[in-house]
């Protein structure tokens, strides 16, 4: 996709996203000392170590790094699944496709509770093969997060497939590797970035509210269980400078992930 194809408000959910990214960075990993010697949302009543700044931007780190690892694994794992079946093909694509359907039609939070609670409880008898909370968090969503992606790149493959271009180069003898190297990936690259953009803001609410519920015991605190563990702050006179700035970097991480996503993936349904 050239640059001047890409929509505004792809931009400006890119850049949305990109500035949080970088700001959490700088913030949580390495000036850390600056939020907590000039915050000036002071310290959270629940967490009197810790000041707001430290929590809500740490918080804000750990989902987008789960957010953007959950979702490359999601994506990958559908691509991969996707260009299985089309290879297959016949009756072997007919049943990956079934498979694909049901586990798309579980419900994601339930399925990623459950999850977490069996992950849990390999990881506090010792045989959670070396994944911590990060971890398995990532691969619980990953593992719920892949239906989704498979069938929209089976789809997008199909249609590719079928365009006068592909026929033409099969006709002079192109095999299936020439084809997918050539024409077929670079045609899908920029769905691709637009599919694993629409995983980020699942996966990042889906993870917070797991943790918002306290089900998972994610080390360092994502911006999901720092809410759960601090909503009592309200009780509190001035609690709300404590919960909203979590609230607020939480909408503005799905908000420029959604804009990303719908307005590259219109633009590459319309390519």
């Known amino acids: ?37 000039t915050c000036p949302l002071g310290t959270d009543p629940t967490h009197p170590d810790r000041t707001v700044c430290e929590l809500a931007f740490g918080g ?15 994506t990958a794992l559908g691509l991969g699944v996707a260009m299985g079946a089309r290879a297959a093909g016949g009756a072997v694509e007919h049943q990956v496709l079934r498979a694909v359907d049901a586990v798309f039609a579980l419900p994601d939070v339930l399925v ?6 069996a992950g849990q409880s390999m990881l506090d008898a010792g045989h959670a093969g070396g994944l911590g909370p990060f971890g398995l968090m990532v691969v619980s969503l ?12 089976r789809n997008r493959l199909a249609t590719l497939e079928g365009q006068e271009f592909i026929a033409a180069s099969r006709a002079l003898g192109a095999g299936r ?28 609410l889906a993870e917070s509210t797991v943790s918002f519920f306290g089900i998972a015991r994610m080390e360092p605190m994502s911006l999901g269980r720092y809410l759960g563990t601090s ?41």
């Open 1 to 37: 996709m050239s640059t001047r194809r890409v929509p505004t408000r792809a931009w400006v959910g890119l850049v949305l996203l990109v500035g949080l990214g970088l700001a959490s960075w700088l913030a949580a990993r390495v000036f850390p000392e600056a939020l907590a010697s």
């Open 60 to 74: 804000l780190w750990v989902s987008l790094a789960v957010g953007l690892m959950a979702g490359a694994l999601s």
């Open 112 to 117: 990623v509770m459950v999850l977490q609670l």
């Open 142 to 153: 990953a593992l719920v997060g892949w239906a989704g992606p498979a069938r929209m790149f």
């Open 177 to 204: 590797w020439h084809l997918l190297r050539v024409h077929l990936w670079p045609a899908l690259r920029p769905f691709v970035l637009a599919v694993f953009l629409s995983r980020l803001p699942t996966a990042i």
């Open 231 to 271: 909503y009592a702050a309200l009780i509190y006179e001035g609690g709300a400078r404590v919960v909203l700035p979590a609230w607020g970097l939480l909408v503005l991480l799905v908000l420029g992930a959604s804009l990303a996503s719908q307005a590259l993936g219109a633009g590459t349904r319309r390519a």
